[in-house]
């Protein structure tokens, strides 16, 4: 029934990336479920196109054989032929088939991660401990260090933020004060948000941003560098090498910044008050002593070490966790900002509601 | 002789990944042990899953003959105070300038050493492997074969019993390299320290080896004296080793 001549699929005398693509649509259209021919005779140029056009060939239709090959262009034929990679379409199926297995292999992995991130922040919370009674294994001057460039790092970024933010509630909310003819309960709203909540969940944001991902792109690239490896068999412990100068120097450090933040948004709000409503300061000052008590700063500070260690334990987690390659430290760092963020917003949930 | 390291049926590799498998060797005192394969066989793999840092999928291995799966962190921490290891990277740590890298072994278990002592002990190391005036750079500020230099500084400071070398001499001159080899032959029969090196120039294994260890096809193809090596009529090594003498 079918005609020998037509199974036959003559080349044109030069293969190149030119004609490729034509080619490759002609010759799927002419191929046929059992034997078919493909005739070199005329073909005297193909380049690196070409060669894998009819490598391509050879392997997505098993029953083609070549004729009439120049030895020529046989050889470049054989020299840039790459063997028969494993089919993926298996894989795929598997991959794609059972919704709900994905599901729990999701599940399980988050269960694995929680336990890993529960059992690396049990562990430092023993290192320091352990430090801090011994006063060995972590190089000395690192927590100085540290606290130096935290405090370089987030102080100026911190206090600008806060200060802005004290304005911008002030701002926002004193038109409505103003109806009530309430103006001067603007101090116990500013107080109030500022203290023990927004210092609190600012900071641990900028914190997360800045230090959090220096401390994951630190730790990630010397994973990735063998130099983890290396303090291991020099003996040391690179979870409390590392991590515990850095947990140290967060615990000293948020209290400065807290402390200072809570100053300048509240310095924010007087101004505010002052420009746009004629309080005085000193009355208004008054008045947030009247109705912020000390034990609303500490819970704003409570709230913000908590923050801390979860920046600092999460850029550790992510960072010791780190795939292959420099690559690895980019996505590791990204990873890390973002899981302390989210951490830190449910956190602050679960703190309202608790002190509710 | 007593043997410091053995390894038995050991199976290697990543997660699920096998990467090598059936491995049977010893290291014993004072000999230079040296491993060799081709690029991506999983010499570094081995090496690392024998220092403890890689968990073997299975196997057992033994470090001063104790088994290394029954030693707790503690006692791992014992073992590494005997051992010296340059990476394949360097491994220095980026953040301290040599001087301070050289000497953080020293700092971290003896720290009540006096400066002035722990000088000596740096300055003789680096001028060792030749870099004694660079002992302010940082690693960053070091070429690839400073830093392998270093790093050996480094392996060596506390005069370990074991010092397992990832290609000390790639990415070196061949004076340089040669002086190296120098080095580990002398602290070999000196002070007798055991060594475990990966390297792929037979003129260096020709120099130091005295076991050499061939891995290829997922799993150990040779395994004897450097005799043996040299006279075996099998043509993957006689390839293997041909191709580096024309490259060397
Ligand atoms: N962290 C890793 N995760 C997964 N696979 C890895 C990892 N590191 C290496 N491999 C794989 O293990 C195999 C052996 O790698 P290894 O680094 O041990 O080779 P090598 O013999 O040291 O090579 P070279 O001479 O180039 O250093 C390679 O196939 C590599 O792809
Ligand atoms: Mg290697």
Same mark, same amino acid.
């Given at each position: 029934m079918v005609n020998e001549k037509k199974l036959k699929f003559i080349l044109p005398e030069s293969i190149s990336h030119e004609n490729v693509s034509f080619l490759l649509r002609e010759i799927q259209n002419h191929m046929q479920k059992d034997s078919n021919i493909i005739d070199f005779?005329?073909?005297t140029r193909i380049d690196t196109f070409g060669v894998s056009l009819l490598n391509h060939i050879k392997k997505s239709f098993k029953s083609v054989s070549f004729i009439n090959i120049r030895p020529e262009v046989s050889e470049l034929l054989n020299t840039f032929y790459s063997p028969a990679q494993r089919s993926d379409s298996d894989k795929q199926d598997d991959s794609t088939g059972n919704i709900l297995e994905y599901i729990i292999e999701k599940f399980s992995g988050l269960k694995k991660s929680t336990l890993e991130y529960l059992s690396l922040l049990a562990d430092e919370i023993y290192y320091t401990v352990q430090y801090i009674f011994k006063k060995r294994g972590i190089p000395p001057g690192e927590i100085s260090n540290q606290l130096f460039l935290m405090a370089y790092d987030s102080f100026p970024i911190v206090c600008l933020v806060s200060f802005l933010i004290g304005v911008t509630i002030s701002i926002t909310s004193l038109d409505q004060l103003k109806q009530l003819g309430a103006d001067i309960y603007l101090a116990d709203l500013v107080g109030f948000a500022m203290i023990r909540e927004l210092v609190p969940l600012m900071a641990g944001i900028i914190l997360a941003g800045k230090i959090g991902a220096s401390i994951t792109a630190e730790i990630s690239s010397m994973k990735v560098m063998e130099e983890i490896d290396a303090l291991k068999t020099m003996g040391l412990v690179p979870e409390k090498f590392l991590m515990v100068p850095r947990l140290i120097a967060i615990t000293v450090a948020i209290p400065l910044l807290v402390g200072m933040a809570d100053l300048v948004g509240i310095v924010g709000g007087l101004l505010v008050a002052k420009i746009f409503s004629d309080i005085p300061g000193s009355v208004f000052l008054e008045q947030i002593f009247k109705a912020v008590h000390f034990s609303d700063f500490l819970i704003g500070l409570i709230k913000t070490m908590v923050f801390g260690w979860v920046v600092v334990i999460s850029a550790g987690y992510k960072g010791f966790s780190v795939g292959r390659g420099a690559a690895g430290v980019g996505i590791a760092t990204t990873q890390s900002v973002v899981m302390s963020i989210s951490l830190i917003i449910v956190l602050d949930c679960i703190f309202a509601i608790i002190l509710y | 002789m007593s043997e410091i390291i053995r390894v038995q049926n050991l199976e290697v590799g990543y997660g699920d990944e096998i990467v090598l498998e059936q491995l049977n060797f010893s290291v014993e005192k004072s000999e230079i042990f040296v491993i060799l394969g081709p690029s991506g066989c999983g010499k570094t793999t081995v090496l690392k899953t024998i220092l403890g840092l890689i968990p073997p999928i299975s196997g057992d291995i033994y470090f001063f003959q104790k088994p290394?799966?029954?030693?707790s962190e503690k006692s791992m921490n014992r073992i590494y105070d005997d051992i010296g290891v340059l990476y394949q990277t360097g491994a220095?740590?980026?953040?301290?300038n040599l001087f301070d890298n050289i000497a953080l072994p020293v700092h971290m278990h003896?720290? $009540?050493?006096p400066e002035q002592i722990k000088k000596e002990m740096v300055l003789s190391r680096l001028s060792q492997v030749g870099l004694e005036t660079s002992w302010?750079?940082?690693?960053?500020?070091?070429s690839e074969g400073m830093k392998k230099r270093a790093a050996l500084a480094r392996a060596l400071i506390l005069s370990p019993k074991v010092i397992c070398c990832d290609?000390?001499?790639? $990415?070196?001159?061949p004076i340089t390299a040669s002086r190296l080899d120098d080095l580990l032959l002398d602290l070999n029969t000196l002070l007798g320290i055991t060594f475990v090196v990966i390297t792929h120039e037979l003129r260096s294994i020709e120099k130091i080896a005295d076991k050499v260890l061939v891995l290829h096809n997922r799993g150990l193809y040779f395994y004897g004296t450097l005799e043996q090596l040299l006279e075996t009529d099998d043509e993957f090594i006689n390839d293997f080793l041909l191709k580096e003498k024309k490259d060397a």
């Open positions: 005779a005329q073909v | 290394m799966e029954f030693l220095l740590l980026n953040s301290i003896y720290p $009540g050493i302010k750079k940082y690693p960053s500020e070091l290609e000390p001499s790639a $990415g070196l001159d």
